[in-house]
């Protein structure tokens, strides 16, 4: 679809497959490739006014050049260059494919940052332009788009492309209904894209950028509105009453609420209070004390003669959260079943007519609560642990009973406030934002191979303590062909070290390619306490409880997005004694150093979510374009936050009124991938 980049004079084959490595296409491709930022070329400057930091446009006479090779892979090549005002030193590094445009005497323009250097100012790896003719300087003081870059394309190449494929194409066709459009101030639609690619002024490029992000965000809102169904809207809830058994739990428990968990536990009852259905989230990190929630919020259902429901992503977690609520609800008087897939087929049938009959007034399981067959006699609270491995639709399904429950989502993946509003739009959210007191805050400790020796020695040490450790490494996909060498695999580091430094000591394996079965046979050893050093890849993720495991070692941690290392650390500082995370690294990319000090720094998730938030820039959700929802191109989900209320408000509209807004219905309907995993 749509018309070849080789169609522009310019682009042969050569050029077209490096386009391709930015996604380009076609010509609507090209238009669709916005500028990462912009030289406001407007400001020219003069040597002798210069200051450090200013970004400046300079016209130059080259007076020497030095160019020297200091590696095989690295050189150096420095101009000394005069305005007539001053002089200054302009250094390119590796300038293998631009080292013959400069010679002695040329006059060029230089578009870059000034900094201070040892010899008086400098401009490191400017843009740079000759200064031939006047068409050309006047090109030279406009504001010019920066694209982001692939292979051996250049800036130049670009800008004359894109103006290319923009001045082929037909006006761009609107999408957003007109009333929105008005009401919200936005400007058309060919303008805007236009506009970005060529602003006549600084000042026209946020409104060019808000009405695009707008209508990025607009329409994933409403394909998520579309998604989740019409499930809290014209049905009626549940209205509960009565406060005596939730009582007598809190009596039971051997510590106070927090706070913090009072406030959302208010919030909960008040929706259940409520005659509409309770829509809620519930956002807490790590350890925070979400169960317990879902424990009251249960326990009142029950005390209103309903059954409730609890809902965990593995077999393992559904075992832990069985174990520890059955002796609690037992002591109420309620009667607590496990439901799981690996239960035999006679016990699956006892079971289901234990739920069906009503006589199981609490039940716990995985997805295999939300078969077909499993049919409940009096559903009052569905409710769902660590949602984000389960996905709208199955949300979706738990919403189709026949009689609407309350359901309740409960997260510790740590989301940015702007992504939770998107994803959850149709909930109510809360957060836990403090945990219980008396916790020792974990102390992470970023390393490299050099010091590999002492860290093996020092897990050593804790386990001879009594103490358990983590060895966690990335998940090797196949697809996934780079670095390949530097990656450590779960399974070659147990190989290697529990048959040299760790051999005394009984270690274990678990990964994906594992059966569920030998997988959780090694975790209830470690629970167990029998194993003492679990190496395993990011399956151990998701809320597994070992109190005793007080070392956390992450491999190749520059591999993980921020929020994983963040849950994956939360596997230790749960019990009484000090805990510590390793993250071994041997990246020395900024933005990787970067984020190891975030995770040394900080110990708040919702913190580094939103730094990593702020890291990443626009685009993506979770660092991948697995979960099947469009990309951003424009849209910031850090920045952004104003842009999506109003996408959000502009949506619910459009869900309200769906006769009046027909066609863009239909449309966004289209676009709703088949697939989706978030
Ligand atoms: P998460 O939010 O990660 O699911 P849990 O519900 O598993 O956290 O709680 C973590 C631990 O904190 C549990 O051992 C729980 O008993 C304990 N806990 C929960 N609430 C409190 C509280 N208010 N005071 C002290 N400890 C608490
Ligand atoms: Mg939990």
New binding site residues.
């Given amino acids: 679809m749509g018309i070849p980049v080789t169609f522009l004079k310019g682009v042969k084959s050569k050029r077209a497959a490096m386009l391709e490595a930015l996604s380009v296409r076609t010509l609507e491709d090209l238009a669709f490739l916005f500028p990462r930022g912009y030289e406001d070329r407007t400001k020219v400057a003069r040597i002798a006014e210069l200051v450090p930091d200013m970004e400046v446009t300079l016209t130059a006479r080259i007076l020497r050049m030095d160019f020297r090779q200091i590696r095989r892979n690295f050189s150096v090549m420095n101009l000394r260059v005069s305005d007539g005002t001053g002089e200054m030193t302009i250094t390119f590094y590796n300038p293998k494919y631009i080292r013959n445009k400069f010679e002695k005497g040329a006059v060029m323009c230089f578009f870059g940052k000034i900094v201070k250097g040892y010899y008086g100012f400098e401009m490191t790896n400017p843009v740079f332009e000759a200064v031939t003719q006047e068409a050309s300087q006047s090109q030279f003081s406009s504001i010019l788009p920066i694209y982001p870059l692939a292979q051996e394309l250049t800036q130049n190449f670009l800008r004359k492309t894109v103006q290319e494929a923009l001045a082929l194409l037909p006006p761009f066709q609107e999408n957003l209904p007109a009333s929105i459009l008005q009401q919200y101030n936005l400007m058309d639609r060919d303008t805007a894209i236009r506009t970005l690619h060529a602003p006549k002024d600084l000042r026209a490029i946020p409104e060019a950028r808000r009405r695009l992000a707008f209508e990025e965000l607009f329409t994933v809102q409403l394909m998520l509105m579309l998604m989740h169904g019409n499930h809290s809207k014209d049905r009626m809830g549940i209205h509960f009453t009565g406060e005596d058994q939730t009582q007598n739990l809190l009596a039971m428990l ?5 706070p913090s ?1 009072e406030k959302v536990w208010q919030e909960i009852q008040q929706d259940m209070a409520s005659p509409m259905p309770m829509n809620r989230l519930v956002l ?9 929630l879902a424990l009251l919020a249960m326990t009142k259902a029950m005390g209103n003669g309903y059954q409730a429901a609890f809902m965990a992503p593995t077999e393992i977690l559904a075992e832990q959260h069985y174990k520890k609520i059955q002796p609690l609800l037992s002591a109420l008087g309620y009667h607590t079943i496990l439901l799981t897939g690996s239960l035999s087929a006679a016990k699956r049938r006892e079971v289901l007519e234990e739920i069906c009959t009503g006589q199981a007034h609490c039940i716990i399981g995985t997805h295999a609560l939300i078969q077909k067959d499993v049919v409940f006699c009096k559903p009052g609270i569905m409710i769902t ?1 660590e949602q984000h491995r389960f996905g709208v639709r199955q949300r979706a399904l738990l919403a189709e009973q026949e009689t609407t429950p309350d359901i309740l989502v ?1 997260t ?1 993946t740590p989301i940015p406030r702007t992504l939770a509003l998107i994803l959850y739009g149709d909930l109510d959210i809360s957060r ?1 934002d403090a945990l ?3 916790r020792l805050p974990i102390q992470t400790f970023v390393e490299n191979d050099t010091r590999r020796d002492r860290v093996y020695a020092w897990a050593k040490k804790l386990v001879e303590e009594g103490r358990q450790v983590y060895i966690v490494h990335p998940l090797v996909e196949e697809s996934d062909n780079m670095d390949m060498e530097d990656l450590l695999s779960a399974t070659e580091n147990y190989e290697k070290l529990s048959r040299s430094v760790f051999k005394d000591i009984p270690c274990g394996l678990v990964h994906g390619r594992m059966s569920g079965k030998e997988k959780d046979e090694v975790m209830a050893r470690f629970l167990a306490g029998e194993v003492k050093i679990l190496f395993a890849t990011t399956v151990i993720e998701v ?1 597994v ?1 070992v ?1 005793n495991a007080t070392l956390m070692i992450i491999e190749n941690a520059e591999r993980f997005g921020l929020a994983q290392l963040h849950q994956l650390r ?1 596997r230790v500082g ?1 019990g009484a004694h000090q805990s510590y995370c390793v993250l071994f690294t041997n990246s020395t990319s900024e933005v990787a150093k970067s984020r190891m000090q975030i995770m040394k720094e900080s110990t708040n998730g919702f913190l580094i979510a939103e730094k990593d938030l702020e890291l990443r820039g626009p685009g993506d959700f979770f660092g991948t374009q697995q979960h099947g929802l469009p990309q951003f191109r424009v849209a910031n989900l850090y920045e952004d936050i104003d842009i999506l209320r109003e996408a959000q408000d502009a949506a619910q509209e459009v869900i309200r009124n769906p006769a009046s807004y027909g066609a863009c219905l239909e449309n966004v309907r289209k676009m709703i991938p088949q697939t989706i995993a978030l």
């Fill in positions: 051997p510590f106070r609420l927090t968990q807490g990190d790590v350890g925070s004390g979400k169960t317990v642990d409960m510790a836990i219980p007191e008396g809320g409880d109190p939360g749960r």
